[in-house]
Nanobody, 128 residues
Framework: QVQLVESGGGLVQAGGSLRLSCAASGRTDSIYGMGWFRQAPGRERDFVSAIGWSGISTYHADSVKGRFTISRDNAKNAVYLQMNSLKPEDTAVYYC?????????????????????WGQGTQVTVSS
């Protein structure tokens, strides 16, 4: 099993920045991909960003492309989400997730069903 703990959420004004962190523990040697999702009240959990094991391949949702950057530090078993130019519509609970089976597609996984372990979430609130 893999345990995930997110941190870094908070309240920020529109146009501001936040950096989310996710620390993995347990069977971290089984991690093939890591991702971030978010869920706003009354909405489904949406894909935000994903990164492959090497950290070279990344994939972002169109809604955050150019504003958010995902990165990982395998030595620390951590993944990060740098969020710049935040908008009120970015307000949500942000979840870290990992995939523990090989990624066979050329595209990084972007569906919640393609991930196997989840963190408890961290709240991000962007005020206008």
């Amino acid at each position: 099993q893999v345990q995930l703990v997110e941190s870094g959420g908070g309240l920020v004004q529109a146009g501001g920045s936040l950096r989310l962190s996710c620390a993995a523990s347990g069977r971290t040697d089984s991690i093939y991909g890591m991702g971030w999702f978010r869920q706003a009240p009354g909405r489904e959990r949406d894909f935000v960003s994903a990164i492959g094991w090497s950290g070279i391949s990344t994939y972002h949702a169109d809604s955050v492309k150019g504003r958010f950057t995902i990165s990982r530090d395998n030595a620390k078993n951590a993944v990060y989400l740098q969020m710049n130019s935040l908008k009120p519509e970015d307000t949500a609970v942000y979840y870290c997730a990992v995939r523990t089976t090989p990624i066979v597609s050329t595209r990084l996984p972007s569906s919640s069903t393609e991930y196997h372990y989840w963190g408890q979430g961290t709240q991000v609130t962007v005020s206008s």
